[in-house]
Structure formats: structure tokens, C-alpha cells
């Protein structure tokens, strides 16, 4: 079973806080992911590293950042929350290499009112 | 166009079904294919990783790839009522980083 860790699971916060959504794994996995899911939908890419100091945007545009200065954490900071940033959050990490099969946490599912 | 076109569903069958979920594919780069499952209010799970075409097996789960047609199945024999869920179907690019999800299928078995 995978050893990846989101929390928290579920928040609902007011408009215009900032927010830090938390990603921890401890398979020494290289390579980490964010991805936003909403219902019927697609898993959308949002950001990605592959390793300590490395992060890349993903193919959704998003108002979020990440860091990765240890490689078991790979924290999403959104600074000013909005409405329309209401979705699942999965995080997701894997092995070095090309396609290799992701490992996802269970999630954060993020109200903003 | 989507890059991978997956049925939503949602599919309802009888306890002991044999179950077929298919997703088409539009680009003939794409060279690994994998079977993931959802459980409400949990994250997706790896349930089959392949490689170009062919068939592999695992208890139950049978994934298929035909690169020709560019469609991929999964196969569940004997369904059971735990086998309730969502999957979807992700392909990635010979090289690639970066994996393409289909927005999946609810998969509801009935005892």
C-alpha cells in the first residue's frame, strides 16, 4: 500500500485566506504531483517536481505554487483563496522515469466560501 | 478533441458480471497504459500497468491494449459488490513525464 499522506482531508475556509495544503510520502520517491479533480472530470495536472529544488507547472494554469526543498514533502500554497479553487487535491509521487505508475494520497477536498 | 475519451457511466451489473471498461485513445504515441480505481472519498490505486500491446492478467483484471484501434479494456470477471467505483483509464507517451487520466467510468455491482 502506498505510504502518501495529504492533509488535511477536508477545508472550508473563507475567501482570501491563505492556504498551505500539506503532501508527504515516505517511499523515497523522486518524483511528486498535484492534481485537481473535480466530479466527471478528467484528472487535471497542476504541478509537478522531480526532486529536491525542481518544480514544474503542469498543463492546468493555476494560481497555486509549490516548493520541494525535502524530498518527502511537496506542500501547495494557494495565497489568496477564491471561489473558483473549490476542488480535490490529489498528490500523487513516483519512481525516476518515464511513466512510471503513480502513487496517490486520498486527497483534500477544498471549500472556499 | 480529448487526448483520451473514457465512458462515465454510470455502468450498473449483477454480483458475478463479467465487466468490460473501455477507453479510446487519439494519439498513436502513446505506449503505456495503466487501470487505476477510485474509491469514494479516497485517492485512485494502480490496479494494471502495461506496455504497449497485449494482454496481461492479475486474479480477476484483465487489461487489453489494441494499439490499431487505439482502445484499451479492462476486464473484470466474477464482479463483486466491492469492486463498486470509478476507474480510469491514464496513458502516457513513449519518453514522456507526465500521464493523460480519462475522467472515468462509476462501475456500480449489484448483490
Known amino acids: 500500500e502506498a505510504d502518501i499522506y495529504q492533509t488535511p482531508r477536508y477545508l472550508v475556509i473563507g475567501t482570501g485566506k491563505k492556504i498551505t495544503l500539506e503532501c508527504s510520502q515516505t517511499?523515497?520517491?523522486?518524483?511528486m504531483y498535484w492534481y485537481q479533480q473535480d466530479p466527471g472530470m478528467e484528472l487535471h495536472l497542476i504541478h509537478y517536481?522531480?526532486?529536491?529544488?525542481?518544480?514544474e507547472k503542469g498543463d492546468l494554469s493555476s494560481e497555486s505554487t509549490v516548493s520541494r526543498i525535502r524530498t518527502e514533502h511537496f506542500p501547495l500554497t494557494l495565497e489568496s483563496a477564491r471561489p473558483s479553487h473549490t476542488s480535490q487535491y490529489l498528490c500523487?509521487?513516483?519512481?525516476?522515469?518515464?511513466?512510471?505508475?503513480?502513487?496517490f494520497g486520498d486527497g483534500t477536498r477544498l471549500s472556499i466560501l | 478533441q480529448k487526448e483520451v475519451e473514457q465512458d462515465p457511466g454510470p455502468l450498473s451489473v449483477p454480483e458475478g458480471a463479467i465487466v468490460s471498461l473501455n477507453c479510446t485513445y487519439s494519439n498513436s504515441a502513446f505506449q503505456y497504459f495503466m487501470w487505476y480505481r477510485q474509491y469514494s472519498r479516497k485517492g485512485p490505486e494502480l490496479l494494471m500497468y502495461?506496455?504497449?500491446?497485449g494482454n496481461k492478467e492479475d486474479g480477476r483484471f484483465t487489461a487489453q491494449v489494441d494499439k490499431s484501434s487505439k482502445y484499451i479494456s479492462l476486464f473484470i470477471r466474477d464482479s463483486q459488490p466491492s469492486d463498486s467505483a470509478t476507474y480510469l483509464c491514464?496513458?502516457?507517451?513513449?519518453?514522456?513525464?507526465?500521464?493523460?487520466f480519462g475522467a472515468g467510468t462509476i462501475l456500480r455491482v449489484k448483490s
Open positions: 502495461t506496455y504497449s500491446s
Open positions: 517536481s522531480y526532486g529536491v529544488n525542481s518544480t
Open positions: 500523487a509521487s513516483s519512481v525516476q522515469g518515464s511513466n512510471q505508475p503513480q502513487h
Open positions: 491514464a496513458i502516457g507517451r513513449e519518453y514522456g513525464n507526465k500521464l493523460v
Open positions: 517511499m523515497g520517491h523522486d518524483k
